[in-house]
C-alpha cells in the first residue's frame, strides 16, 4: 500500500511559530522526509539534529531538548505514545482532526497547549512526495487543516492563534 505520509514542511509554517521555539535548545527535527524542513530551522538559527534515525528506536534517540517536526500522520498514535514515555517537549504540526482521538485523550490535563495557524497557512501548501517522487498532478488543497501541537512547551496561552 502506498503511504501518503510524505508532505514537506515549507520555511513559513516553521517561521510563523519562531518566537515560541526557544534559541538556546537543540531541536530534534525526528522526521526526515526530504531533509529540508532541518536545513529551514537551521536557516532561522537554531541548532537542529535532522538526520534519517528511526524515530522508535530508542538505542538511536540522540540528546535534545525538544522534537520540531511534522510527523507521518499513519504513525501519529504510536508517535503520541513514545512522545509521552520520551517526556520531553515537542511541538508537531498533525492535522486538528487528531485532538479527537483516543490517543490524544492520554493527554488530558497534562499541558497539551495548541496553536492554530491561519487556513491559508496550513493545511493547504504542503509538498506532497510520493515513493521519493513529487506529485505533479496533486491539488495543493489538502483535505486537513492542521494545529501545532504542543507539550511541555509553557507557553503562555493554552490555545495560541496566529495572526
Ligand atoms: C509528513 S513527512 C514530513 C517530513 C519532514 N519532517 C518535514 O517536515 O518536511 C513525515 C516523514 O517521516 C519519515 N518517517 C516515517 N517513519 C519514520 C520513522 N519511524 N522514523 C523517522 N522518520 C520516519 C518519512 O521520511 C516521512 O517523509
Not at 496533486?138 to 511541555?152: A, E, G, L, R, T
Amino acid at each position: 500500500m502506498v503511504k501518503h505520509d510524505d508532505y514537506i514542511t515549507p520555511k513559513y509554517a516553521w517561521e510563523n511559530i519562531k518566537s515560541y521555539i526557544p534559541q538556546d535548545k537543540v531541536i530534534w527535527e525526528a522526521f526526515y522526509g526530504n531533509g529540508n524542513s532541518g536545513n529551514h530551522l537551521k536557516d532561522m538559527g537554531f541548532k537542529v539534529i535532522h538526520e534519517e534515525i528511526d524515530f522508535f528506536n530508542k538505542d538511536t534517540t540522540p540528546e535534545y531538548d525538544i522534537i520540531v517536526s511534522n510527523p507521518p500522520f499513519s504513525k501519529s498514535k504510536q508517535i503520541m505514545k513514545r512522545l509521552k514515555e520520551i517526556n520531553k517537549p515537542f511541538i508537531l504540526i498533525l492535522p486538528s482532526s487528531k485532538i479527537n482521538t483516543s490517543y490524544f485523550r492520554e493527554y488530558k490535563n497534562s499541558g497539551l497547549q495548541i496553536i492554530i495557524p491561519r487556513k491559508r497557512f496550513i493545511g493547504i501548501h504542503f509538498e506532497k512526495i510520493v515513493d521519493g517522487e513529487k506529485l505533479t498532478n496533486w491539488k495543493n488543497n489538502s483535505n486537513f487543516d492542521c494545529f501545532y501541537y504542543c507539550w511541555k512547551m509553557n507557553l503562555e496561552n493554552d490555545i495560541t492563534w496566529i495572526d
